[in-house]
């Protein structure tokens, strides 16, 4: 399989005509090979529209289009600090380093951070195993927020974590839904969007309680 020649695909039939517009977005997507963060028995469904299992143990990718749209809503310039929440295997985390933002990637699945840590070696990510509705407390304020699949809520404790004008995008939803809801909270005090429905893996880590409801 020719996997540049399906990652120029991705970008021109499910990127673009699927409203993703930013061009280092765009560069991103072209630039990472994303067939290198999942499993070696999916690699060949690496770009389709759909999620990819990372590991073995079960946890999936959101779908290209899914990150396009998500990394969008979240507004970046180039130096912005924008940590990476359920980072999975860093292929979001890959992304983001390509357009020049500052990563810092929390996931609670040990052995999956470690192989995140090994693929964004040369992008210098920053990775931290701990509880991912915790985020990443003691590494200071951050311009943005990307939560890389569903959670029943928005954790009060993640998005006390952002500047003033600091932008989170997630999903909102549990397992089960047949529609989630994905979501742009922003500044202070709080100003949340509901952006479109859709359907995420859900994250596991996360309560029901201490959130922030919309």
Known sequence: MDFTEARVNMVKSQAVPNMVQ????LEGL???PREDYTTSAHREFAYSDHPVLW????????????????????????GDRVLVVGAG???ECAVLSAMGMEVFAVESDADLAARGARLTD?????????????????????????????VAELPNKLIGQLQPDGVLVGIVGQSG?????????S??????????ET????LPGFGESGGFRL
């Open 89 to 91: 295997s860093g292929y």
């Open 122 to 150: 040369p992008a210098r990510v920053q990775w931290r195993v701990a509880p991912m509705a915790d985020g990443w407390t003691d590494a200071g304020r951050f311009d943005a927020i990307l939560i890389c699949g569903a």
């Open 55 to 78: 590991d073995d143990g079960g946890r999936r990718s959101l779908t290209p289009v899914q990150t396009g749209w998500m990394i969008q809503e979240l507004d970046l310039t180039a």
């Open 187 to 196: 500044g202070i005090p709080v100003r949340q969007v509901t952006l479109y």
């Open 199 to 202: 359907v995420a893996p859900v």
């Open 177 to 185: 839904d047949v529609t989630m809801r994905a979501v742009r909270v």
């Open 30 to 32: 072209l630039r990472i």
């Open 22 to 25: 930013n061009q280092a977005l």
